[in-house]
């Protein structure tokens, strides 16, 4: 064997690489277009619910009538989470992101889940719907605890996203503001294999349980250059605060060679199939609210963007200032796309454990030639 090895090919960051077949949604940058189980993502936000997105993620086909109830029957009726995580919840640091605040109740959660260390299928998939369920109020008891309000109990009579403004926002908003929240949820679920959704497999492919892969997702999606994104895109609008000044602050980006955050994405390169659907949302909501400031800058800096640098917004985009319209707190935005994306994480799981192989690369070492261990006084 030669000394010196030629330097394989390198994929730093993976890019084009394809890692894995998956049946479970496809994205196609030729046609700014996305799928879930075959069926174009915009036409199911606009003609189904949250819960029968949910179901198609896991089951490969949507639900008939009696299959959604019962899909929604067994969720609802598992949203409460136990007084051992809302005590946990309390002594989180006020000032903690709820981000990591989410992350930690959801590994909590794995503690005290009665099928822990238990990864068949059907116990995985018994999991999830009991995170799926749980997230949205452990997401909610953390914020109201870091505010020293009530934890406000879940409520089953309620659909997935009446449950989330009545968790957090302690009111069920109108229909158009529901119709919009649940669309961006549709539109959050999925993304083939996205840092967060890849990091869900790579737990998983060590044999590792459902909790410790949805936890590890979590911090993935963190990230601004991922999830975090949605809300750097509305501190960024609040920073710039008048559309008279959009170009001139844009401009000075450029000229530190900043990123501008919601724009950009590693697989689409001329246009984000879920961003003209959760654009039509996000207007909705700017007259809803009687407030076009945040959807002017929009529209300003997206113009600049394509016409000087060629690169189009992401969903984070327009997502942003939808949740800002709908009256959450910029710190859950984050959360919020947890609440959506458990339903494509655990999809995968269930993917990656049907048919599994440890993930495991290789690197390249770029370090010293193997060397003596120097005595303590040597060095
Ligand atoms: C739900 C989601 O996770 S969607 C993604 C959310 N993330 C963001 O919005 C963060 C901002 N965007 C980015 O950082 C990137 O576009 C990413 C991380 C999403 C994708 O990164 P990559 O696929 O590695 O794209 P890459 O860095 O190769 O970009 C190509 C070129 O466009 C530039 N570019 C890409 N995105 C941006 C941006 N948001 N602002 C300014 N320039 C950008 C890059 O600097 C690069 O320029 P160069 O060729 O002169 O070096
Ligand atoms: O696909 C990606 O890399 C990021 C993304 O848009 C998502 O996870 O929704």
């Known amino acids: 064997m030669s000394e010196n090895p030629e330097k394989p090919t390198i994929y730093k960051g993976l890019v084009g690489v394809y890692a894995d077949v998956s049946s479970v949604s496809k994205v196609m940058p030729e046609t700014n277009s996305l799928t879930y189980g075959g069926y174009a993502v915009q036409d199911l936000a606009e003609t189904c619910s949250f819960e029968e997105v949910a179901y198609l993620l896991w089951h490969g086909e949507l639900p008939n009538a009696a299959q959604l109830e019962a899909f929604k029957a067994e969720t609802s ?32 959660m794995g503690l005290e889940d009665p099928e822990a260390g238990d ?52 009111r069920v908003p109108q229909p158009e503001v529901l119709k919009a929240f649940d669309v961006s949820m549709i539109l959050y679920a999925e993304h083939t294999f996205n840092a967060s959704t890849y990091t869900a ?12 892969a949805i936890t590890a997702g979590i911090a993935s999606l963190k ?8 809300e750097a895109v509305m501190h960024m609008l609040k920073e710039i605060g008048d559309p008279k000044i959009a170009r001139e602050w844009l401009q000075s980006r450029f000229d530190h060679k900043a990123l501008v955050m919601g724009f950009g994405h590693r697989v689409y390169k001329s246009g984000d199939s879920r961003v003209p659907t959760m654009r039509k949302y996000a207007e909705k909501m700017a007259e809803v609210v009687q407030d076009r400031t945040w959807m002017e800058i929009s529209r300003i800096l997206a113009d600049e963007m394509l016409t000087k640098k060629n690169i189009h917004p992401n969903l984070d985009f327009p997502a942003g200032p939808a949740y800002y319209l709908m ?18 994480w655990a999809a995968h799981v269930f993917e990656q454990g049907a048919d599994n192989r440890l993930i495991r690369p290789l690197s390249w070492y770029t370090g010293p030639e193997q060397r003596p261990v120097p005595p303590m006084a040597a060095r």
């Open 327 to 344: 009256g959450f707190e910029i710190p859950l935005f984050t959360p919020l796309f947890v609440a959506s994306r458990i339903t494509g």
């Open 119 to 170: 990864v068949s299928d059907a116990a995985q998939r018994r999991k999830a719907m009991r995170l799926f369920a749980k997230i949205p109020t452990a997401i909610a008891a953390a914020y109201r605890a870091a505010k020293g309000q009530e934890v406000a109990a879940p409520d089953p009579k309620h659909s997935f996203a009446e449950n989330v403004f009545h968790l957090i926002q302690g």
């Open 223 to 230: 990230g601004p250059l991922h999830g975090g994104a949605n």
């Open 77 to 108: 009726s598992q949203r409460e989470i136990s007084p051992a995580l809302q005590r946990v919840i309390r002594e989180f640091p006020h000032d903690a992101h709820p981000m990591d605040a989410i992350r930690t109740a959801v590994s909590f």
């Open 201 to 212: 497999r790579l737990v998983t492919s060590s044999g590792a349980d459902l909790h410790g």
